[in-house]
Nanobody, 127 residues
Framework: QVQLVESGGGSVQTGGSVRLSCVIS?????MGWFRQAPGKEREGVAS???????RYADSVKDRFDISRENAKNTLYLQMNSLNSEDPAMYYC????????????????????????WGQGTQVTVSS
């Protein structure tokens, strides 16, 4: 069974930065970060495949950076210039290759495309 454990969340000031980490028990081909704010649906933030191809939600493009270190079974999300739209529970997720998760396409960013999830880490932004 694939297990994912997020860390690195906390309270950050507007305009500040934070890095989230996610340790996964088994490296999988596609991995991503997702977030869910109270009263809202879970949304994709960024995704990456084993070939380091990445995809970002428009709302975080040029502010967030997703990366993975396969030797450490770890996924990262560097979050910069945080604003009032960013507070949420952040989840990492993973899925094996197949379907839209393949070397020839950008990795999926739809939460429904992922079948392994962590418990989440909270990020709050204060002014």
């Amino acid at each position: 069974q694939v297990q994912l454990v997020e860390s690195g969340g906390g309270s950050v000031q507007t305009g500040g930065s934070v890095r989230l980490s996610c340790v996964i028990s088994v490296n999988t081909y596609c991995m991503g970060w997702f977030r869910q704010a109270p009263g809202k649906e879970r949304e994709g933030v960024a995704s990456i495949n084993n070939g380091a191809r990445t995809r970002y939600a428009d709302s975080v493009k040029d502010r967030f950076d997703i990366s993975r270190e396969n030797a450490k079974n770890t996924l990262y999300l560097q979050m910069n210039s945080l604003n009032s739209e960013d507070p949420a529970m952040y989840y990492c997720a993973a899925r094996p290759s197949g379907g839209s998760c393949n070397p020839f396409m950008l990795p999926p960013i739809d939460p429904g495309a992922y079948n392994h999830w962590g418990q989440g880490t909270q990020v709050t932004v204060s002014s």
